[in-house]
């Protein structure tokens, strides 16, 4: 997002710096505040806290549905990097799920989740 932008929607404000002229200080809103609060719901900590609330299977179930979410994040942000289309883009209800790693990737809360498991 730019600063801009942050500015338009009301989550960031500029100021003049009053020791430097040349420099503009940035600072975030209350607004900004609650949206940057509001998107942190995938902090490590906070999964962690969440995942051991879960029953076993399901904790299970939410692991292997954030690698792939983890997957899909990474192959999207190269694609975007490399300028080419995601192979995970939206689908339509006839189409296969696409995924270019079937290889399931360790993240680190499934590391921290998995070793207080029984």
């Known amino acids: 997002m730019t600063i801009d ?6 989550n960031a404000r500029r100021a003049h710096d ?11 809103t209350e607004a900004g505040v609650r949206v940057r609060e509001a998107k ?3 902090d490590p900590v ?12 399901d904790r299970e179930a939410a692991l292997k549905g954030l690698e ?3 997957r899909a994040a990474d192959e999207h942000m190269n694609s975007l990097s490399a300028g080419r289309r995601s192979s ?10 696409r ?3 079937p290889e399931p990737r360790t993240t680190n809360v499934e590391r921290r989740t998995t070793r207080r498991q029984p």
């Open 5 to 10: 932008r942050l500015e338009r929607k009301g």
């Open 18 to 28: 009053p020791a430097d002229g040349r420099r503009v200080l940035l600072r975030i």
């Open 40 to 42: 942190s719901v995938l």
């Open 46 to 57: 906070r999964v962690e806290q969440v995942l051991e609330e879960l029953h076993p299977r």
């Open 68 to 70: 792939l979410l983890a």
């Open 88 to 97: 995970f883009e939206p689908r339509t209800k006839n189409d296969e799920p």
């Open 99 to 101: 995924t270019t790693n």
